[in-house]
């Protein structure tokens, strides 16, 4: 075998066994909490695929974090760190959806519109995150996050303020238009359109990341700054665009979230498909195609974890912790390294990550983080 | 009527000082483990931790010493949990860091539902609360009197910005600690184990945290989900702000502090102004902060060159 085919074989195997260290954890965790682990244990592994609506389900849980873990990719492919894609969803949901809401006429033909509103407003802060780092240095990975926590702020007053029903409980906007809503495609599951253009925005990324001059130029930014300016590609501007389209891609899953399943606006509407759009691309390995199968099983964890609540004395949040550790070591070096040599005497580089921006350990300099403003001391 | 505005005033200056201490402590940590080269994203997770394990010692014994050892320990492990998956494992620093703090979210919501049946939210009827200290003399003194009143944590935080001042800039350890965050090889290549002393500075940093997280909770009397509220994050940049000094991280803590303390007032004084509004400005002001910081930074090279 190839150096090459050993290191994807290396790869390939640490990725096995993270998400199967994970799972594993998840499983005992189950055991040890559950009065009856064998019931609750087939309910989570089995679960999702016990019935029509179930499975449904897995597939409509997969169709935001493809976006979100598609933008969160693209993002990290130019070598930035979008950390405000939570914010970012919920500022899409509500310019798609105060459009809907207070629609100029009623036609279908604003549902394209709405969710080219909902990318703009999500692209619009996403790049605003990365103008603040080419403009004045100020690290995208701590301003993504500020801007996308006080978005959630922001999101929520503009609902209780402008948009709340009166005559509901908590603040929820009213519905949609039935002519707003997607169709579901498999009932009586939430599975609509939104996955299946979330399966086609995977494979137009990565055509056009792999496949153009415009993706070479993103990718060889997020590889090496110095070697792309050298090569005349003008650095600044892509990581701009490659933010604003990590942002759209986010906006667009919130307005999904609101016309196809949730048929308003409701406070808590993302839950989280922001933060789990970065494990997502990391479990992708930052590959647009990755991202289809990475999102699919964060859809099993989701599903299995709610059918397990629902039918067993499990708690959901059980796919939470699931994920946390999966999350803790994707990124491991360590466990790529000796699986590759355990594989076969070859130099052992390169391994997950690849354009991540590195944080500081280990590195002789400081990069990427706020510190690399301090090379001057 | 002046005196109203006054004790306004004073109760303003109070409730600033009290809103600095989490934000103090973490930012401390923040400029440990940056002077160690470790970017500490997982601060927030860390605060989350210790303020979960605090209601839980406290709780579980009625004790509050317990608690703040149960918070110092939790959120120490948890620092070394992350430590070890981003030095031994080598995760990338980032990644690992997004990974405590979801880690920390989702079992503190976990536990808190296992313990009480309800998911996020914990606490315990009989627990005591921290309670204040009166300085004398200083209580008396007109207005000074906001100095007054805050608790053993409060203050310890303020002692500490002067014992982490000394240790980083005027020991041996400190020495090291600077030495294997600016020139790692350099320091490898005198015998120092960079490893080692990385892992020291993240359990500093995580002891810090756990403070906070018992001043968070124990003040309160119970543990909500989100009670954090990006305070990790905000000491992380004061942090940055404060330039990587002790002084200049409690100068940069006490701004923030300040700007939750004006909103917290806000609430009460200005009830039209909404409260969606008033928790979104201390991100704002974070941000404003940093993004003044990094512009008067003179550099060279393009920004993006890391």
Known sequence: ?377 | MSSLAEVFNLQLLFDVLRMTTPILLLALGGMITDRAGVLNIALEGLLVFGAFAAVVGTGMTGNLLVGVVAALVGSGLLSLAFAWFALYLRGNIFIVGLATNAFAAAVTTYASWLISGREGSLSYPQAPTIGPISVPLVKDAHFLSFLSGHTVIDYTAWALVLVVSFVVFRTRMGLRLRAVGQEPLAARAVGLSVRRIRYLAVLASGLLAGLAGAQLSLTLGGFVQNMSAGRGWIGLVASIVGSGTAFGSAAASLLFGATEGVANSLQITAPKVPAQLLFALPYVITLAALVFYSATRSRKKGVLDT
Do not use: C
């Open chain 1, 1 to 377: 075998m190839t150096d090459r085919l050993l290191d994807r074989l290396a790869d390939g195997l640490s990725l096995a066994l993270t998400i199967g260290v994970a799972l594993v954890a998840g499983a005992v965790i189950i055991w040890l909490t559950s009065a009856d682990p064998g019931h609750a244990l087939r309910a989570f592994f089995l679960g999702p695929f016990q019935n029509k609506l179930f499975f449904g389900n897995l597939l409509q849980t997969a169709a935001p974090l493809l976006l979100t873990g598609l933008g969160v990719a693209v993002a990290f492919q130019v070598g930035a760190v979008n950390l405000g894609a939570e914010g970012q969803v919920y500022a899409g949901a509500l310019a798609g959806a105060t459009l809907l809401l207070f629609p100029p006429f009623v036609s279908p033909w604003l549902i394209p519109v709405a969710v080219v509103a909902a990318g703009a407003a999500g692209a619009l802060f996403a790049w605003l995150a990365g103008w603040l780092r080419t403009r004045f240095g100020a690290t995208e990975v701590i301003g993504s996050f500020l801007i996308g926590a006080a978005l959630i702020q922001l999101f929520d007053f503009f609902l209780r303020r402008y948009l709340a029903d009166p005559t509901a409980g908590f603040p929820t906007s009213k519905p949609l238009a039935a002519t707003f809503r997607l169709a579901r495609l498999l009932p009586p599951s939430n599975l609509n359109v939104m996955f299946a253009i979330g399966i086609v925005l995977a494979v137009v990324a990565f055509f056009v990341l792999y496949r153009t001059t415009f993706g070479y130029r993103i990718r060889l930014t997020g590889l090496s700054v110095k070697y792309a300016r050298y090569s005349g590609i003008r650095v600044g501007w892509h990581f701009l665009v490659a933010m604003a389209i990590s942002g759209a891609l986010a906006g667009i899953a919130g307005v999904g979230e609101v016309m196809g399943v949730q048929g308003r606006l409701v406070t808590g509407l993302s839950n989280n498909l922001g933060w789990n759009g970065v494990t997502v691309a990391l479990v992708a390995r930052l590959h647009p195609l990755g991202v289809i199968p990475a999102a699919l099983l964060y859809g099993y964890l989701h599903s299995g974890a709610t059918v397990a609540g629902l039918t067993s004395d499990v708690s959901p949040r059980i796919a939470a912790i699931i994920q946390s550790l999966i999350f803790y070591l994707i990124t491991a070096q360590a466990i790529y390294v000796w699986l590759r040599r355990r594989l076969g005497a070859a130099r052992a580089n390169a391994g997950p990550g690849g354009a991540l921006p590195s944080g500081a350990a280990g590195r002789p300099r400081r990069q990427g983080g706020p510190s690399a403003a301090r090379s001057d001391r």
